[in-house]
């Protein structure tokens, strides 16, 4: 048998003759929801706009770069040349490895996406001391304008890191950094394309980058 209600607590408004009753959500239910919102706020100022590597994105980058460290000795002794550099700069895992090694020793000059701070723009297709692909290479290896541009073939310490950061850095042409510096060399390159025709057939497959 149904208890008589209230009438006090119908809501005023009234469709086709038919009121309900005003029942509000319990207390431990809207605190619940309030909890919530609080909590979403947290996470967002945590994980996306806090300390670099928080988000799940870059943790998931910083799992792989670990995994290719591990690996990085299975590659032996690898050479400072056009198809080298070629194969890795093709192959994603290395080129993730290049930019954590970037980020941690040349974003003071070339900015975190490699769209130049002091250094140049190493987006764009004007440079300075490139013509060819393996030209960066020697270019990190004995740095550039007078020391300007350091050499880090001593500081990287092994020439596998090389090839690694100039991968990276091939990888960039063409890019869209977030604040790119104006254009200063005075050779145009547009992509890499003429140097890659050169190599041999294969030469550029990824799978040979990654000892498979």
Same mark, same amino acid.
């Given at each position: 048998m149904n208890q008589p209600q209230d009438e006090s607590l119908l809501l005023s408004h009234d469709y086709d003759g038919i009121q309900e009753y005003d029942n509000p959500l319990p207390g431990w239910w809207t605190n619940l929801f309030l909890l919530t919102i609080l909590f979403s706020v947290v996470y967002l100022l945590f994980f996306h706009t806090g300390a670099p590597g928080r988000s799940m994105i870059e943790q998931y980058d910083a799992s792989g770069v670990a995994l290719a460290k591990k690996q990085f000795g299975q590659l032996g002794e690898l050479q400072q040349d056009r198809a080298t550099l070629a194969r890795f700069m093709k192959d994603e895992k290395w080129v993730k490895y290049g930019e954590s090694t970037f980020k941690t020793h040349c974003q003071s000059c070339h900015g975190a996406d490699a769209g130049g701070l002091v250094g140049p723009n190493l987006c764009d297709d004007r440079w300075k001391n490139v013509k060819? +692909? /393996?030209? =960066? =290479?020697? =270019?990190?290896?004995?740095?550039? *304008?007078?020391? $300007?541009? #350091? $050499?880090? !073939?001593? !500081?990287?310490?092994? #020439?596998? /890191? %090389? =090839?690694?950061?100039? $991968?990276?850095?091939?990888?960039? +042409? *063409?890019? !869209? #950094?977030?604040?790119?510096?104006?254009?200063? *060399?005075? %050779?145009?390159?547009?992509?890499?394309?003429?140097? +890659?025709k050169s190599l041999p057939p294969g030469a550029t497959d990824p799978a040979a980058a990654a000892g498979k």
């Open positions: 060819h +692909l /393996e030209d =960066i =290479i020697t =270019i990190i290896n004995n740095g550039a *304008g007078g020391n $300007a541009m #350091p $050499a880090w !073939k001593q !500081k990287l310490g092994d #020439p596998r /890191e %090389v =090839i690694m950061v100039a $991968a990276y850095v091939a990888s960039r +042409l *063409g890019a !869209k #950094p977030s604040s790119p510096r104006p254009p200063e *060399g005075a %050779v145009t390159i547009s992509s890499w394309e003429e140097d +890659l």
